[in-house]
């Protein structure tokens, strides 16, 4: 496949984005081909391809089919029962006819008679108990529909506060009152859930900012006594080399235990939610990575359109430092950077692009794990602690977004990441 419109590049392949031209940096990169992308969460195909028709309809509309099944069985079988005894009852009945009828001394024609008029009776009977069977059971079925709706109602409230709960704090409950019921029990159950998962949670991060913070110390002291032992001018050559490759693993160690401190603090949730604008966060963060922009020698190509989500600023301004710093240090000599903000699917987004080596598409969802690098890259640990794109998507679950990342044909990456978009009233509170 050809790059569009005639240009110049690289041959795109199912599965991978085109590279940005020269002179096309407000365009977005998507992917060439209509493919679910490696990140994103997709269902597997159904066995059969046919769902079973109670598999597309709703349990409040189940339970009215329910409703209005047992009630048409229930009235069928009255129906039933009503024509027997009605059957009944005109069969025991005694018919007379008058002397001067024709009929009086004919037994035969008078039990004609007598059956024709049964049966009459019985028609008109099962024939308007019919219709009344229809009508009451369109009438009970809509009933049942609203009685549903009634019986599921604290069902929705559950729903109501667990999403609120996900999305915001793990510290609250739904406490839910009202009777000593099974809805009660679901509500008891789901808050002793959230009680655990709470613990769980907080114990794993307060391990992780607990190790972290005790192994700053002893690094500290490594670090200050390497310095010292290289500012001794009687250091033999071989010391130096000796202890500026341990200064650098040194370092090393620190990056990754202030990765590790970092993905601790993205996992919890948010605290701090202001309105943020991601152009001006990546105009910061490109700012302050002026100096590494140049002496990488690598060209960078921005369009920074304004872009307000709601969220920590601290934490989005990591992730857009993550992006960037993986754009620089994963790249070619003379390569590329292209940093987008704005609107994207209408919704806030910011998107990276680098060149760099080619990466497989089957190792994208790979880069988002902890210690994992490209082609599974855990010796060359040298340039980063392997924790960039771990914190990017840490940093986009706490906000409720989505990332993605696809192969640049010609190789390198195209990263983009989209958050909510920002409700009236949150921006109105952010001013």
């Known amino acids: 496949m050809t790059p569009p419109d005639g240009e110049s590049g690289p041959a795109v ?10 002179g096309d940096t407000g365009t977005w990169r998507r992917l060439s081909s209509a493919q679910p992308a490696p990140s994103a969460a997709a269902g597997g195909p159904v066995a059969g391809g046919v769902h079973r028709f109670t598999d597309n309809i709703s349990l409040r509309a189940r339970l009215t089919l329910i409703y209005g099944m047992l009630f048409f069985a229930a009235g ?20 007379t006819v008058a002397p001067d009828s024709p009929y009086y001394d004919d037994p035969t024609a008078l039990e004609n008679i007598k059956n024709t008029y049964i049966e009459t009776v019985l028609a008109e009977v099962t024939r308007f108990s019919v219709i009344a069977l229809v009508i009451v059971g369109l009438l009970a079925v809509g009933l049942g529909y609203f009685v549903a709706g009634r019986a599921l109602s604290p069902l929705h409230k559950i729903t109501r506060i667990a999403r609120r709960l996900s999305e ?46 005790e192994l700053r110390t002893p690094l500290a002291i490594n670090r200050t ?41 993205s996992d919890r949730e948010l605290d701090v ?51 960037v710093e993986n754009a620089l240090r994963y790249n070619v000599a003379e390569g590329e950077i292209t940093v987008r903000s704005g609107s994207y699917e209408d919704s806030p987004a910011v998107q990276v692009e680098n060149s760099g080596p080619v990466v497989p598409g ?6 988002f794990e ?5 082609s599974g890259d855990r010796v060359r640990s040298g340039r980063s602690a392997g924790l960039g794109l771990s914190i990017v998507r840490s940093v986009v679950r706490a906000h409720g977004g989505t990332v993605s990342a696809w192969p ?22 952010g001013r």
């Open 76 to 95: 069928s079988f009255l129906v039933l029962l009503n024509y027997i005894i009605v059957a009944g009852l005109l069969d025991n009945l005694t018919f």
């Open 362 to 367: 089957y190792e994208i969802e790979g880069l």
């Open 370 to 374: 902890p210690f994992r690098r490209a």
């Open 408 to 429: 640049r044909a010609g190789g390198g990456l195209v990263v983009t990441v989209r958050f909510p978009r920002v409700r009236r009233e949150s921006a109105a509170a």
């Open 225 to 265: 006594l390497l310095e010292v032992a290289l500012s001794d001018p009687e250091a033999s050559a071989d010391l130096k080399t000796v202890g500026r490759t341990l200064l650098e693993t040194n370092a090393r160690h620190e990056r990754l235990i202030d990765g590790l401190l970092f993905l601790a603090k």
């Open 13 to 22: 392949s199912p599965g991978e984005v085109a590279p940005t031209p020269p």
């Open 273 to 323: 939610r202001t309105q943020v604008d991601l152009g001006e966060v990546a105009e910061t963060v490109l700012s302050q990575l002026s100096e590494d922009v140049e002496k990488s020698g690598l060209t960078v190509r921005t369009d920074l359109r304004a872009a307000p989500v709601t969220g920590d600023p601290v934490l989005l301004e990591r992730l857009v430092a993550n992006l």
């Open 168 to 213: 915001r704090s793990l510290h609250e409950r739904i406490a839910l009152g009202g009777p000593d019921d099974e809805i009660r029990e679901l509500a008891d159950t789901f808050d002793g859930m959230l009680e655990r998962l709470d613990r769980a949670f907080d114990g794993q991060r307060r391990f992780v900012a607990n190790a972290s913070h």
